[in-house]
């Protein structure tokens, strides 16, 4: 995809908000978001629309989320690097889920590993860790019991095990950077604000089966890396007002939007297989909360308040500008109706729960000004120059490693064509 593209998509001209967060993202349809296209909106650091948020509430539940939560930092970095290459013989985990899924059939097959799977500078990488990754990474994608043959698994198992092998290089490299408590405290308050509720945190540290001192341990470990690896790209990254107009101006086009709206929401779960009385129970406490924003309540602090959609309490239910094609069609429709200004009348319901919805402004198609998007323009451009670095970085790093694997070489037939 070219740089014009990769824009577009990163920033999406769908939520022009300056807000740097990793999501999980569910897309309205499944099938028109390829894989490589979210990863190019996580590496970017662009945020998902959070109304499609039912895929991150299902692994807010899993172990692995957590513990991916707790390495956010370091886990984009090598993200990003990841992302950028543009060919690889190991295709992306969701995908191969996803089209083991749709064609059905037997039960996973069994695949045979070798005990280590691979060892970096000597440091060995056991089978069961990399099993346990793998089961992980399944169960964290609702798709446990996918069933795989035995080359879609040797696929997801080169994919994870690429991630574990340049974990361990970055992190005996960042080895000797120092991380603060405060530094600590402050990355757990962020990961802390994406939850509904302090109880509701300390619910799923529960149900992880991890202690407050593992998962302290793993913060400072994923600020490690990322300041060692921030310390790679450190007065490389800079990007200048010229070189943004001069990319602005060679893709002018493609800064052209459809009709927008910008609007906030608070939305009241409904599990797909809610009974009629817990759909009820939503309903009434969208209703409640319509009752209060009539009175003249903060809508913002309203949202923070009784929102479930994960990540509401940052952002006071703030979704900024979409396309109607953005967003589900129900969602969409009462969002385009109102009057700028105005909150719903009624409960909107999409298959997310009840959502009530305040359209804070408007924009009629046409084309963004260099003005408009010149700050998020520079903070792609430096995002790329930094991606590039990171992937020197990572060759080099393993040029210089000795790396040794005993998983089989993927077929020809796994190999993508040049």
């Known amino acids: ?127 069961a860790d990399l099993e346990k990754a793998f089961t992980e990474a399944l169960a964290a994608s609702g798709q446990a019991n996918a069933p795989l043959t035995a080359d879609q698994k040797m696929q997801g198992y080169r994919q994870i095990l690429d991630g574990m092998i340049m974990e361990k290089l970055v992190d005996k490299q960042a080895a000797a950077v120092k991380v603060d408590q405060t530094e600590i405290d402050a990355q757990l308050a962020k990961i802390k604000s994406q939850f509904p509720s302090e109880e509701v945190f300390q619910a799923e540290m529960k149900k992880s089966g991890l202690t407050m001192d593992q998962f302290a341990a793993n913060l400072s470990k994923s600020i490690r890396q990322s300041k060692w690896m921030q310390s790679q790209v450190a007065g490389k990254d800079s990007v200048t007002e010229a070189d943004a107009k001069k990319f602005y101006d060679a893709n002018t086009k493609d800064f052209t939007n459809p009709d927008l709206v910008k609007a906030s929401h608070i939305l009241f779960r409904t599990a797909p297989d ?121 060759q080099e790093l393993r040029q210089a490693a000795k790396i040794e694997s005993t998983l089989p070489a993927p077929s020809a037939s796994m190999v993508p064509a040049k």
């Not at 999501?23 to 662009?46: D, F, L, Q, Y």
């Not at 402004?361 to 520079?378: Q, R």
């Open 274 to 394: 809610a009974t009629a009385a817990q759909q009820k129970v939503a309903e009434n406490k969208a209703k409640a909360a319509i009752v209060r924003v009539n009175k003249g309540e903060a809508f913002d602090k309203l949202a923070s308040e009784l929102s479930e959609e994960p990540g509401a309490a940052q952002r006071g239910g703030d979704l900024g500008y979409f396309p109607k094609d953005k967003m589900v069609p129900e969602f969409a429709d009462a969002a385009f109706a109102q009057k700028v200004g105005t909150a719903s009348v009624t409960p909107v319901k999409t298959k997310f729960g009840y959502h009530v919805i305040k359209v804070t402004d408007k924009k009629p198609a046409g084309t963004e000004s260099f003005d408009d998007v010149k700050p998020k323009l520079i903070q792609f451009l430096q995002a790329q120059k930094r991606r590039d670095i990171f992937k020197g970085v990572m």
């Open 1 to 127: 995809m070219s740089k014009k593209g990769e824009f577009i998509l990163a920033l999406g001209k769908v939520n022009p908000q300056g807000v740097e967060q990793y999501r999980i993202e569910c897309p309205k349809k499944e099938s028109a978001v390829t894989e490589k296209t979210k990863k190019r909106r996580i590496s970017a650091g662009a945020l998902v629309h959070p109304v499609q948020s039912r895929g991150l509430t299902t692994n807010l539940m899993t172990k692995r989320f957590l513990t991916l939560l707790s390495i956010i930092l370091s886990a984009g970095l090598l993200h990003a690097q990841n992302s950028s290459s543009k060919s690889s013989a190991t295709p992306d985990i969701q995908k191969m889920i996803s089209e083991a899924v749709a064609k059905g059939g037997a039960s996973s097959s069994t695949v045979a590993l070798k005990d280590p799977v691979a060892t970096v500078n000597g440091d060995k990488i056991s089978r």
